[in-house]
């Protein structure tokens, strides 16, 4: 009623003062307990689905609603048992409409029933003269009349009719190609190029792209055990992600070392970059029940690559440099270089950053009454960046200053000389009084090593559609051209590459390749003794395996270790269907067949279908 108040051009203001209120139900699936008024109409039905867009305001008393929260808005009174007919199902008697009904003895009875359009241009609704189980003829309905007898079929009958019709018809129209040998070779000519062009543009990844997109979630909460953990940060984080758009299911682990890690697992087919969005959004909505410790430090989200490229190592040879050094020059010096390399999605370092470490004396803080607390005060107090301002700005000064602040301390020095507290006796009690200080790593939680050598290693993945082949191999020129740039007794160590694999795949497709052919032209010429039989499977082959990459690009496919796979298992088809249609045109050609264009044609319609 009103989609047709609306495409009689009623007043939205009119169709609003008869709207009745509406209910809300809740994701869990519970009614909301107040009612809502519909605000807003847009006025513009919807062409493409036949409906039309309002917006409704519901009253929020108890909290119980958020924002981004989801439901179900219901209107009272809704239609029961309404059935969708196809509109070429119906014929128009004076302004009514009539359906021809099947009755047991297939018999037809002109049935009148009373119906509504959703201005979809397919189907009628009807609300009164049909009834659930009747069946009714869909098509034909201008040549049929009341209580006549017909044979009904099903549409799945019929679609399956016409698939064998036309299996059929394309069989019987196989000695087309026979007969027009230009149009075949034109054909296969085209197929090749396609495929070539298939070939050239196909991305190349070892493991096809079937792994959920994922999305991580980190925190660390310094200084706590994983019970904490879970109890500060994970359960406030799950409680906001948990729902988030096309998400499957999603895991956490927290360890006493203070971190914690939620793992988002979305569904197949999900854009990982909007997945990662949607999770910082659910990720900000909790940021105010964290403790203030982790928001200091931040939680992090990022999508987590999963096609790993290469793993390489840079080691000391000599040991003449420890191991926060090599840490700090990767990070900072060749993973920027190896990040711009065109097809890399990402790449780390499985290391840690320079920190300032002190290390607390518990024995001598004791003695002067001090906890942590007072040493982090002490230097959020004097270890900062700050913004003195100027003089000089007002008055009758010649001269204006900006005054410039020392900044953030940078030495170790000056760490130990932060003031702690002043003693009673007039001397001041400084860091180094009660602690060690030192400039160390951020964690000594693992250490790298290569071949009994201080190292740090690196991990590269590949950007989503790009050909690994070449991204690694532009990896490895880059990291030959700065192994004489790295410090005297560094070097650079390989341990893995998706190419060793690669390469291995795409060596055994085309060692069996050439074992097919060879096998092909034995097979057929000692048995057919006949060299030009012997040609035609060596044209074939390769027409059909080349078009298959046309196919892999049109599907969405990549070259990878199944798809190298799955190729040497089809040319062991494709060899077998060559053999067989040269020895049944051959055999046709035993039988006393005089043309060898009659005989191709009858034995193609023989083996035509099973090919």
């Known amino acids: 009623q009103l989609l047709s108040q609306i495409r009689e051009g009623g007043s939205t203001k009119e169709i609003l003062e008869k709207m009745p209120d509406v209910q809300l139900q809740l994701i869990d699936g519970t009614m909301y307990a107040d009612s809502g008024r519909v605000e807003t109409i847009s006025g513009v039905i919807d062409q493409t689905t036949g409906s039309v867009t309002m917006r409704a305001l519901f009253p929020n008393k108890h909290n119980v609603l958020r924002s981004g929260s989801t439901g179900n808005v219901v209107f009272p009174n809704p239609l029961h048992d309404v059935i969708m007919i196809p509109q070429s199902a119906t014929t128009e008697i004076q302004d009514k409409q009539f359906v021809f009904v099947l009755q047991p003895d297939n018999t037809l009875k002109n049935t009148e029933v009373k119906v509504f359009s959703l201005d979809d241009g397919k189907y009628y609704y009807v609300t009164e003269g049909l009834k659930a189980g009747e069946k009714i003829v869909i098509e034909g309905v201008q040549n049929l009349k009341d209580g006549q007898s017909i044979t009904p079929i099903t549409p799945a009958e019929k679609e399956a009719e016409s698939i064998f019709n036309s299996l059929i018809v394309h069989e019987m129209k196989l000695d087309r190609f026979i007969n027009r040998p230009v149009l075949s070779t034109v054909i296969s000519i085209l197929i090749v190029i396609l495929g070539v062009i298939g070939l050239a543009t196909l991305p190349i990844t070892q493991y096809p792209d079937i792994a959920p997109p994922t ?100 080691y000391d040879e000599k040991d003449q440099y420890n191991i ?25 370092v499985l290391g840690q950053d320079y920190s300032m470490r002190i290390w607390l004396k518990p024995d001598v803080m004791a003695q002067y009454k001090l906890i942590p607390n007072d040493v982090v005060a002490a230097l959020s107090e004097q270890n900062i960046e700050a913004a003195p301002g100027q003089l000089g700005e007002r008055g009758n000064q010649t001269y204006q200053y900006t005054l410039r602040y020392k900044g953030r301390l940078q030495q170790t020095t ?158 062991a088809i494709v060899v077998d269907d060559a053999i067989v249609v040269v020895e049944g045109v051959h055999a046709k050609l035993d039988q006393g067949y005089k043309s060898a264009r009659t005989a191709s044609i009858d034995a193609m319609s023989e083996l035509g279908g099973a090919i």
């Open 324 to 348: 926060e050094f090599l840490e700090n020059y990767a990070n900072i010096n060749l993973i920027p270089e190896v990040k711009r390399v065109n097809g890399v999605g990402d790449a780390m």
């Open 414 to 571: 000056e760490f130990e000389n932060i003031v702690i507290k002043a003693l009673e006796n007039g001397e001041i009690l400084r860091l180094k009084d009660v602690a060690n200080v030192e400039l160390g790593r951020l964690s000594y939680g693992f250490n790298n090593m290569v071949n009994g050598h201080k190292a740090v290693s690196c991990i590269i993945f590949q950007m989503a559609g790009s050909n690994a082949t070449q991204t690694i191999s532009d990896i490895e020129a880059l990291l030959d051209d700065y192994s004489s740039k790295l410090p005297a007794g560094l070097k650079i160590n390989i341990a893995q590459s998706a190419n060793d694999f690669l390469f291995a795949s795409i060596h055994e497709v085309i060692k069996t390749l050439i074992e097919a052919f060879i096998l092909v032209f034995i097979v057929v010429y000692i048995f057919l003794q006949d060299m030009r039989s012997t040609l035609i499977p060596a044209i074939a082959i390769p027409v059909a395996l080349i078009a298959t990459f046309f196919v892999l690009k049109l599907i969405g496919f990549s070259i990878n270790l199944l798809t190298l796979s799955a190729m040497v298992l089809a040319i």
């Open 215 to 314: 999305v991580s979630v980190s925190a660390t909460y310094q200084g706590a055990n994983a019970q904490t953990v879970l109890n500060s940060v994970i359960a406030p984080l799950e409680d906001q992600i948990n729902g988030v758009e096309n998400m499957m299911y999603m895991s956490s682990s927290a360890t006493n070392s203070g971190s914690g890690d939620i793992s988002i697992y979305f569904k197949q087919g999900t854009d990982p970059d909007m997945a990662a969005v949607n999770v910082q959004n659910r990720v900000s909505m909790a940021q105010g029940l964290l403790p203030a410790e982790v928001t200091k430090i931040g939680v992090t989200t990022r999508k987590r690559q999963t096609s790993m490229l290469m793993v390489f190592s840079i």
